[in-house]
C-alpha cells in the first residue's frame, strides 16, 4: 500500500538557521510526491512537487526539497528559516493506481516552530 | 486568478442533523477532491468528482455523500451527523481528468462542529 511517513512531529529551529523536515514514502512504481504548508486557520498551501528529472526541486517561499530514491525520501528544505515559516507541513504522495483516483495520501505533519 | 472557495467558513450543528459544504474550484478545473481533517487522524481522501461524475471515494459511510454542478462546482452533503464528524473539511482542485502530475489547490476548508 501507498504510505507517507513523517517521523517527527515537531522540528525546533533557530532563525536564520537551516531546516529540515523530514519524509519518507512507500510506493509502487513511480512516485509523484508534494509539500503542503498550513497555517493556523487556513487550508493548504502548495510549496511543491517532484514527479521526474532532477532530484533538487525548488518550491515556493524559498523552500527546497530533495528526493532520494534509495532512501525512498523526499525531504524539505531551508537554507535560512525565518520565524514566519513556523506552521503545520504535509508530505503526500499522489496514488496512481487506475482505481485510485489518484487521490493524495498525506504524512501525519510535522510542526515547524522557528524561534527568533 | 482566484483560488478554491468554499463556504461556510464555520457550521454548527446538532447530532442527527444534515450539513451542505459548498466549493468553487479554480477556474478551468474539472476536478475536485473532498478531505477530512479531524483532530488525531490526519487528512484523509473523501470523494474525488470530475466532469459531474463520482470517481471515487474514500473509507467513509455512505452518508456522506456530495455531487458536482455544470459550473463545477461542487457540494459535500453529510447525513445524520455524528460527533466525530467534527473536523476540518476541504476541498481541492485540479485540472482533471487527470495527470498524476497535476497539482492539487486546497480551499480555506470549513469547520464542522457536531454538538
Known amino acids: 500500500a501507498q504510505s507517507v511517513a513523517q517521523p517527527e512531529d515537531q522540528v525546533n529551529v533557530a532563525e536564520g538557521n537551516p531546516l529540515t523536515v523530514k519524509c519518507t514514502y512507500s510506493?509502487?512504481?513511480?512516485?509523484?510526491l508534494f509539500w503542503y504548508v498550513q497555517y493556523p486557520n487556513r487550508g493548504l498551501q502548495f510549496l511543491l512537487k517532484?514527479?521526474?528529472?532532477?532530484?533538487l526541486v525548488k518550491g515556493s517561499y524559498g523552500f527546497e526539497a530533495e528526493f532520494n530514491k534509495s532512501q525512498t525520501s523526499f525531504h524539505l528544505k531551508k537554507p535560512s528559516a525565518l520565524v514566519s515559516d513556523s506552521a503545520l507541513y504535509f508530505c503526500?504522495?499522489?496514488?496512481?493506481?487506475?482505481?485510485?483516483?489518484?487521490?493524495?495520501?498525506f504524512g501525519s505533519g510535522t510542526r515547524l516552530l522557528v524561534r527568533p | 486568478e482566484a483560488g478554491v472557495t468554499q463556504s461556510p467558513t464555520h457550521l454548527i450543528k446538532t447530532r442527527g442533523q444534515q450539513a451542505t459544504l459548498r466549493c468553487s474550484p479554480i477556474s478551468g478545473h474539472t476536478s475536485v477532491y473532498w478531505y477530512q481533517q479531524a483532530l488525531g487522524l490526519g487528512l484523509q481522501f473523501l470523494l474525488w468528482y470530475d466532469e459531474g461524475e463520482e470517481r471515487n471515494r474514500g473509507n467513509f459511510p455512505p452518508r456522506f455523500s456530495g455531487r458536482q454542478f455544470p459550473n463545477y462546482s461542487s457540494e459535500l452533503n453529510v447525513n445524520a451527523l455524528e460527533l466525530e464528524d467534527s473536523a476540518l473539511y476541504l476541498c481541492?482542485?485540479?485540472?482533471?481528468?487527470?495527470?498524476?502530475?497535476?497539482?492539487?489547490?486546497f480551499g480555506p476548508g470549513t469547520r464542522l462542529l457536531v454538538l
Open positions: 510506493v509502487s512504481g513511480n512516485p509523484y
Open positions: 481541492a482542485s485540479s485540472r482533471g481528468l487527470d495527470t498524476p502530475q497535476e497539482t492539487q489547490y
Open positions: 517532484y514527479i521526474t528529472g532532477d532530484n
Open positions: 503526500a504522495v499522489r496514488d496512481i493506481r487506475m482505481d485510485s483516483s489518484y487521490k493524495l495520501i
